[in-house]
T-cell receptor
């Protein structure tokens, strides 16, 4: 039931773009995206609900493909502050528990 | 608004000892989560409460872990007896219910780093 994220790690230069993917084998009600910096708690970025909504947060946006049970997180013109580990969390249509993927480690270099 | 409060921040115990963690969620949040995060991995859901009922505890090792949520507010997670593999960060999070009755975003506490030696 755990969502699968790809890639596992990304290294970028400042200003470059990145896409992080999250997929589930079961029908989803919602997808949550969080960023965690080393030694800190995960911080909420955005939530996408069933309906294919695309949400934005500064230069970070996301999409949710209901048919494929997939979500993608788009980071454009990356900044040093974007470095951290990104987690997607999923809530299934049947059952309300929030479970997380294994994470994608993003490093932005100057 | 005040965030999710957890205590203690750090705990070192010997294997076979017992330990308890405390969490105070954001006021008014119906849902409370306990996650175990091992270094380099994603948070693993141990138990999810909605008010004082359990939504899911399928990943809670019930022979040694127990959790309760008092009056639908504060929560305590206990490990007895601890094993070396329990070394991890224990994260508490809370969320409110949205208009559709589903949970909104989860807010996390700073976590308790447990080391079992």
């Amino acid at each position: 039931q755990q969502p699968v994220q790809s890639p596992q790690a990304v290294i970028l230069r400042e200003g470059e773009d990145a896409v992080i993917n999250c997929s589930s084998s079961k029908a989803l009600y919602s997808v949550h995206w969080y960023r965690q910096k080393h030694g800190e708690a995960p911080v909420f970025l955005m939530i996408l609900l069933k309906g294919g909504e695309q949400k934005g947060h500064e230069k970070i946006s996301a999409s949710f493909n209901e048919k494929k049970q997939q979500s993608s997180l788009y980071l454009t013109a990356s900044q040093l502050s974007y470095s951290g580990t990104y987690f997607c969390g999923t809530v299934l249509l049947l059952g309300g528990k929030l479970i997380f993927g294994q994470g994608t480690e993003l490093s932005v270099k100057p | 608004e005040a965030g999710v409060a957890q205590s203690p921040r750090y705990k070192i115990i010997e294997k076979r000892q017992s330990v308890a963690f405390w969490c105070n969620p954001i006021s008014g949040h119906a849902t409370l989560y306990w996650y175990q995060q091992i270094l380099g991995q994603g948070p693993k859901l141990l138990i999810q409460f909605q008010n004082n009922g359990v939504v899911d505890d399928s990943q809670l090792p019930k022979d040694r872990f127990s959790a309760e949520r008092l009056k639908g507010v504060d929560s305590t997670l206990k490990i007895q007896p601890a094993k070396l593999e329990d070394s991890a960060v224990y994260l508490c999070a809370s969320s409110s219910l949205g208009r559709r009755g589903a949970n909104t975003e989860a807010f996390f506490g700073q976590g308790t780093r447990l080391t079992v030696v």
